[in-house]
């Protein structure tokens, strides 16, 4: 049974950081292409980062580039979202995710496991 399990969030002050960590198992992780998503109260799930399957290529989303960086460690069978500078507007639930697809997906309809989520609160 696929497990991806997250932890690290908090609360936190703006401009602090978080590191949140996402356990894989069940699944053979180095051929999974990872995904962070975060949904905030009353607005829709949104892409945050993603990860190809050995590391070579990540992405992020412009809102916070230079913030945050993903990154994975395929023989612990972990994805990190290392968050800083965080702002209150980064208040969400974020979630990781693993995809089949090549690349770096950015699409929630093409990440077939989901993690339970994590809550991230930054207080002003």
């Known amino acids: 049974q696929v497990q991806l399990v997250e932890s690290g969030g908090g609360l936190v002050q703006a401009g602090d950081s978080l590191r949140l960590s996402c356990a894989a198992s069940g699944l053979t992780f180095s051929v999974y292409s990872m995904g962070w998503f975060r949904q905030a109260s009353g607005k829709e799930r949104e892409f945050v980062s993603g990860i190809s399957r050995r590391g070579a290529g990540t992405y992020v989303i412009d809102s916070v580039k230079g913030r945050f960086t993903i990154y994975r460690d395929n023989a612990k069978n972990t994805v990190y979202l290392q968050m800083n500078s965080l702002k209150p507007e980064d208040t969400a639930v974020y979630y990781c995710?693993?995809?089949?697809?090549?690349?770096?997906?950015?699409?929630?309809?093409?990440?077939?496991?989901w993690g339970q989520g994590t809550q991230v609160t930054v207080s002003s």
């Open positions: 995710a693993a995809s089949g697809a090549l690349g770096i997906p950015t699409l929630s309809g093409q990440y077939i496991y």
